[in-house]
């Protein structure tokens, strides 16, 4: 079959991945831009300057550094809960799984918004409000539904004859648990706490409901609003915080590409 020319598809891509991505290009020009020249909207920093990031690091150090925590705290707690319950999901045939399968997707559904103001009553009778823990808690029940079905998918997959095997060696389920099915299921770990740590970094919502924005112990999406006011705004220091936001996720998807490419198919086929 002759071969046909797909240049005008490649040129199609190219031109949608540069309209995609204009907005994060244009978020980085303004981030050098000095405040007087914004508005003059030239396509490269004319007016060029670094001022920009030294105000974002003076004033948002603090407010990257409570992000980490809770995306980290995020992915551990996420990783806790749905390995086990996965395995217990896959391997394990434990009664009502199709029912839980159904209840995972159902949670997926229920709107970020519904949840926080939930969230808010129940934490505010814990004292979880303005809290760590509280932030850590409520962005990881958005990552545990997805993390579970992801690797549950995969583990079910799994070749039954590797876990016979050490069944037959007098290996326990715990051993099980812990020397074949995690190791084998290390793309599909990357690729759950990757979306983890994403979900939670970027989270505005639980953030912007869950803590009062009073103090330092505020994430990134709350502490850029120190350079919105009610008369101006200050575009340059709120383009270089969101340069500076930004910097972590993509380090982590250029990192983790490979994994997450073979996490998510890995349980899409099975023999």
Same mark, same amino acid.
């Given at each position: 079959?002759q @071969?046909r ?7 199609i891509?190219?031109? +949608? =991945? ?5 907005p994060?290009?244009? #978020?980085?020009?303004?981030s050098f =831009? ?6 003059s !909207? ?6 060029? =300057?670094?001022?920009?990031y030294t105000?974002a690091f003076?004033?948002?150090l603090p407010y990257?550094g409570?992000?980490l925590?809770?995306?980290?705290g995020?992915?551990i707690v996420? +990783?806790l809960?749905?390995l086990p319950s996965s ?5 394990? @045939?434990?009664k009502?799984?199709k ?8 949670? /997926?559904m229920?709107p970020?918004?519904?949840?926080a103001?939930?969230?808010?009553q ?5 004292? +979880?409000l303005?809290?760590l823990? !509280?932030?850590?808690v409520?962005? &990881? ?5 997805f993390?579970? *079905?992801?690797?549950?998918g995969? *583990?079910?997959? #799994? ?6 095997a050490?069944?037959?060696d007098?290996? &326990?389920q715990?051993t099980?648990?812990?020397r074949?099915?995690?190791?084998l ?5 990357? =690729?759950t &706490?990757?979306?983890?740590? +994403?979900?939670?970094?970027s989270?505005?919502?639980f953030a &912007?409901?869950l ?5 330092? *112990?505020?994430p990134?999406? *709350?502490?850029?609003y ?5 008369q101006? /705004?200050?575009?340059?220091p709120? #383009?270089?915080?969101?340069?500076l936001a930004?910097v972590?996720?993509a ?6 590409q ?8 890995a349980?899409a086929?099975?023999?």
């Amino acid at each position: 079959m002759q @071969h046909r020319s797909t240049w005008w598809k490649t040129a199609i891509g190219i031109v +949608l =991945t540069l309209i995609m991505l204009f907005p994060v290009y244009w #978020m980085i020009n303004i981030s050098f =831009t000095q405040r007087r020249s914004i508005r003059s !909207g030239d396509l490269v920093p004319m007016d060029f =300057t670094l001022d920009n990031y030294t105000a974002a690091f003076n004033s948002q150090l603090p407010y990257l550094g409570t992000s980490l925590i809770i995306a980290l705290g995020c992915v551990i707690v996420t +990783l806790l809960i749905a390995l086990p319950s996965s395995y217990a999901l896959a391997i394990l @045939h434990i009664k009502g799984r199709k029912t839980l399968n159904f209840l995972l997707i159902v949670a /997926q559904m229920i709107p970020a918004v519904v949840m926080a103001l939930g969230f808010y009553q129940i934490f505010s009778d814990l004292n +979880l409000l303005d809290t760590l823990p !509280g932030l850590i808690v409520a962005d &990881s029940t958005i990552a545990v539904p997805f993390a579970v *079905m992801l690797l549950t998918g995969f *583990m079910t997959g #799994m070749p039954r004859s590797l876990i016979e095997a050490a069944q037959i060696d007098g290996a &326990s389920q715990w051993t099980v648990f812990t020397r074949i099915v995690i190791p084998l299921s290390r793309n599909t770990i990357v =690729t759950t &706490s990757l979306f983890s740590f +994403l979900w939670a970094w970027s989270d505005f919502m639980f953030a &912007s409901t869950l803590d009062s924005g009073g103090g330092k *112990m505020r994430p990134i999406t *709350m502490g850029i609003y120190d350079f919105i006011g009610s008369q101006n /705004q200050e575009w340059g220091p709120m #383009m270089a915080t969101a340069v500076l936001a930004s910097v972590p996720t993509a380090l982590l998807l250029i990192v983790a590409q490979k994994y997450v490419a073979a996490g998510v198919t890995a349980g899409a086929i099975k023999d």
